[in-house]
């Protein structure tokens, strides 16, 4: 089970462009402390103006921001390494997609406040920020914290331009969405979204069009045609008309304990 799909974590409102800054450091083979110091700089007059706190909200952001593209979670190493590639390859106006699947699977809470708000936008229209926020209280508990999160995590998807504002306050419209047509980046995505899951599984038709990505129109590919792009996703075939992608673990026992996935060539700092 993933134990990251309980937790919060994702606690800060964190703009598309820290993100690009983030990922450019890494891909340029800066270590942490380098890292660490460029976002300081970055983020010195936008977040806790004046503040040293040692946990305040900049450091808080800082950490996001490294944990998803950088000191990222056991297992997701292999996943950050081909982000990074795609990344290389896209159109900066495009790069949203990779910044969007490290954040699920890094931090399935975005996930969930995304499926939540998804859901509504498809039902009803519009997401009202209340209603997302009662949805995931009721996921992660009655805690004023998960309220908190939510909302940042709501702030961050206004920031990304796919959430728009109407005139209703705390009511939102889908904003832009984006049509992804590679099929190497859509395995990419089907595999981020099976890390934001608790069991690591689903129907192939659900993650291709999962409310978790509705910033997203991915074109529909054969589940054998994603399963052949990632050494790193299974096929499971359910009756006739139903395929369950999951992600596949590793046999090879490291200490005693299954390794799920080997490191690339960003594993060994830079963290």
Same mark, same amino acid.
């Given at each position: 089970?993933n134990?990251?799909?309980s ?5 800060q409102?964190?703009?598309?462009e ?7 450091l890494?891909l340029?083979?800066?270590? =942490?402390?380098?890292i660490?110091?460029?976002?300081q700089?970055?983020?010195k ?10 946990r305040?909200?900049r450091?808080?952001?800082?950490s996001?921001l ?5 000191t990222v ?5 292999a ?9 290389q390859g896209?159109?900066r ?7 969007w699947?490290?954040a699920?699977a ?12 998804g859901?509504?936008?498809?039902l ?12 995931? =209280?009721?996921?992660y ?14 702030r ?5 331009n ?10 939102y419209?889908q904003g ?5 047509q ?6 990419w ?7 934001a ?13 999962? %409310? ?18 990632? %050494?790193?996703?299974?096929l ?5 008309d ?14 005693g304990?299954? =390794?799920?996935?080997?490191?690339? %060539?960003?594993?060994?700092? =830079?963290?």
């Amino acid at each position: 089970m993933n134990v990251r799909a309980s937790q919060i974590g994702f606690s800060q409102r964190i703009r598309l462009e820290w993100l690009e800054q983030t990922a450019n450091l890494v891909l340029a083979g800066n270590d =942490k402390t380098e890292i660490n110091d460029s976002l300081q700089e970055l983020l010195k007059n936008k977040v806790s103006i004046g503040g040293e706190a040692i946990r305040g909200n900049r450091e808080k952001v800082i950490s996001i921001l490294m944990k998803t593209w950088l000191t990222v979670p056991r297992g997701l190493e292999a996943l950050r390494d081909e982000g990074l590639q795609i990344h290389q390859g896209l159109p900066r106006k495009d790069r949203i997609a990779v910044h969007w699947g490290m954040a699920l699977a890094a931090y399935p809470f975005w996930g969930a406040v995304a499926a939540h708000t998804g859901r509504l936008l498809r039902l009803q229209g519009t997401a009202a920020a209340a209603h997302v926020q009662r949805r995931v =209280k009721e996921q992660y508990g009655e805690r004023e914290t998960a309220s908190r999160a939510a909302r940042r995590v709501l702030r961050s998807f206004i920031d990304w331009n796919v959430l728009n504002e109407t005139d209703d306050k705390g009511v939102y419209a889908q904003g832009i969405r984006y049509s992804i047509q590679d099929p190497r980046l859509i395995s990419w995505m089907v595999e981020a979204s099976l890390h934001a899951r608790a069991n690591g599984s689903a129907a192939t038709k659900d993650l291709l069009d999962g %409310p978790s990505i509705f910033p997203f129109r991915l074109a529909h590919i054969t589940a054998e045609h994603l399963a052949s792009l990632s %050494p790193r996703l299974d096929l499971l075939r359910h009756g006739l008309d139903e395929d369950l992608m999951m992600l596949r673990q590793r046999d090879r026992q490291v200490n005693g304990k299954t =390794k799920e996935f080997e490191g690339g %060539p960003w594993a060994n700092a =830079k963290s």
